[in-house]
């Protein structure tokens, strides 16, 4: 695999001075961006811990915080946003699961059923990633309007007698998971749309022949062959919308008892200047999402998709 | 066929779906249209006043300008930092290979709130202002990772045997680079800088912990929210939103020519 792009002209002699010449390429070629990622990614992480740590400074100034070993707003975090926490994992778990069963059919449709259909395969990828396009607040705006206490849905369950006249849809639980479960739909679908694309039609072939059932075939060739897709497109939806702020807030789809753990990262963070209890629960966050999709990945036998 | 969905009940269902993940974007367009005086929240009428009058709002054109900006300069930092380490992954074998491919894959890996809440609390213990410099450096951040899976992608397909040709006709290595390796690779860095500026255009939550009183235009949206948001917003979203779609569409209709004249040839 040495056949470096500047590894060598044709008469450079492979020896001592190619090998420092080529070593020199690839630092080069890697340092920026290694140099860049150090800077930009690890070091704040690590400034996170840091700032996790620190205690109020002596002087009580709001915002002003000194270093020091200060376990307590691990405390502080877990104690009062358990609760929340427990909240987040259970919305973003919900809508993933939606994700996965709403997505599912939709990239069989575009994967297989419209294989013969070129054209409207390529329409349809268009389609699904058309929501890309526009702003994910805007959208996510649009729907609080869609269903606003005067806007069309409410009205038409309220005439329908389905919704009692003082309901609202706006601000609750049901909407906040709506709305995670639309604006994360297309990253389910797109990695099940790759596995399904690539499925061999000729082992479901093979499955019939065999007089397997449709239940049998599909649980037993189908799922199994796209399961790497549906294991990324479960990870893309299900580590964004656990940390997710928008579809929860009350200025958008939620209200004041959905506050998941974004929110009050954001606002201890932003706000309220309280960036040691907003780091803590920050690493909180990461923990308790890298311990279930470690086990998630490992249990599904899917480690090379990393 | 046994084993497969019913042909036809799966059609229905995925137009139904499809219908759903379009009225967001069907509200949008229509409530750029709409005769708006202050809030964009009831329909009032049609107009073509807020396309013709798009920057009578100074605070959502300043916006809009920020974010084109921030995108450029994210997308272009990005795309060189990421096709060089996406090059050296490709075509050469290093120590620490398996400790860079973690390295990138984390930054995708890590919830958006976590980086933001990282880089926030970076900037305030080194006492760093946060504007829109701080906001580009955090984009591309984030682009990086997807640069490198973009272009690494088409890098792994091209055939070495196009750049030992290249030398083997004399070129020096800046010659066989920039008019061998680069023109293969130009349509993996087009996929991957399309990507980037569209990551960097509409992100929020990252943003939003490292701006300050700096102001992107989904930043501006956050905050109008709460009062209402006036339709220019929508016309700058609308636009946007035509002319990703027409990119998307003149890009596949330039591969589907492209694929046919490979055929014929």
């Known amino acids: ?306 | 066929m046994s084993g497969r969905f019913r042909g036809w009940g799966v059609a229905v269902y995925s137009i139904v779906v499809f219908a759903i993940l379009l009225v967001p974007i069907g509200y949008t367009v229509l409530f750029s249209f709409n005769d708006a005086r202050r809030t964009n929240i009831i329909w009032r009428g049609f107009t073509l006043d807020n396309w013709t009058g798009i920057c009578d709002d100074a605070r959502v054109c300043g916006a809009f300008g920020a974010s084109i900006g921030v995108g450029i300069a994210a997308t272009l930092v990005a795309c060189a930092l990421g096709t060089a380490i996406a090059i050296a992954l490709v075509r050469f074998r290093f120590r620490f290979r398996n400790a860079l491919t973690i390295l990138l894959f984390l930054p995708m890996a890590t919830p958006e709130i976590v980086l933001g809440a990282g880089l926030s609390s970076q900037l305030v213990n080194l006492g760093i202002e946060k504007n829109l410099v701080t906001v580009t450096i955090a984009h591309v951040m984030f682009c990086i990772s997807f640069v490198v899976v973009t272009v690494r992608a088409r890098a792994a397909s091209l055939d070495p045997a196009l750049e030992e040709a290249g030398r083997d006709l004399y070129g020096s290595p800046a010659q066989v680079f920039w008019r061998v390796t680069f023109p293969l690779l130009l349509p993996g860095i087009v996929a991957a800088a399309l990507l980037s500026f569209a990551l960097s255009f509409d992100d929020f939550i990252i943003t939003n912990f490292v701006s300050g009183s700096a102001e992107t235009l989904p930043k501006y949206i956050y905050i109008a929210a709460a009062r209402g948001i006036p339709a220019q917003a929508n016309v700058f979203a609308s636009l946007i939103f035509f002319l990703a779609i027409a990119a998307v569409i003149a890009i596949s209709l330039i591969g589907a020519a492209r694929r046919k004249r490979l055929l014929r040839a």
């Open chain 1, 1 to 306: 695999m040495a056949f470096g792009a500047f590894a060598g002209g044709p008469e450079a002699a492979p020896g001592v001075a190619a090998a420092q010449r080529k070593s020199r390429i690839v630092l080069l070629l890697l340092l920026p961006g290694v140099i860049y990622l150090a800077i930009t990614y690890v070091a704040p992480l690590i400034s996170l811990v840091l700032t996790s740590l620190q205690s109020p400074s002596p002087d009580l100034a709001i915002g002003s915080y000194v270093y020091g070993f200060n376990v307590g707003n691990y405390v502080v975090a877990l104690q009062t946003y358990a609760p929340v926490l427990g909240r987040s994992f259970l919305f973003a778990l919900t809508a993933t699961v939606l994700t996965l069963l709403i997505g599912y059919p939709l990239a069989y449709f575009i994967g297989v059923t419209l294989r013969r259909f070129p054209l409207l395969q390529s329409l349809a990828l268009v389609l699904v990633i058309a929501p890309f396009f526009i702003s994910f607040l805007l959208r996510t705006l649009a729907w609080k309007q869609i269903f606003s206490d005067e806007g069309p849905v409410v009205s038409f369950l309220q005439a329908l007698s389905l919704l009692p006249h003082d309901a609202h849809l706006t601000g609750t639980p049901f909407m906040v998971i709506f709305g995670l479960t639309y604006n994360f739909l297309p990253f389910t679908v797109l990695p099940m749309y790759t596995s399904l694309e690539r499925l061999d039609l000729r082992y479901l072939e093979a499955a019939s022949d065999l007089y397997a059932s449709r239940w049998n075939t599909f649980w037993r060739v189908t799922f199994p062959l796209s399961l790497p897709g549906v294991v990324s497109g479960t990870l893309l939806t299900f580590i964004p919308a656990t940390g997710d702020y928008i579809n929860a807030s009350p200025s958008f789809l939620g209200g004041l008892d959905t506050a998941m753990i974004g929110n009050v990262i954001e606002q201890n963070f932003l706000v309220l200047q309280n960036y040691p209890v907003a780091a803590a629960m920050s690493i909180v966050l990461m923990v308790a999402i890298l311990i279930p999709v470690a086990i998630y990945v490992s249990a599904t036998k899917t480690e090379d998709l990393l």
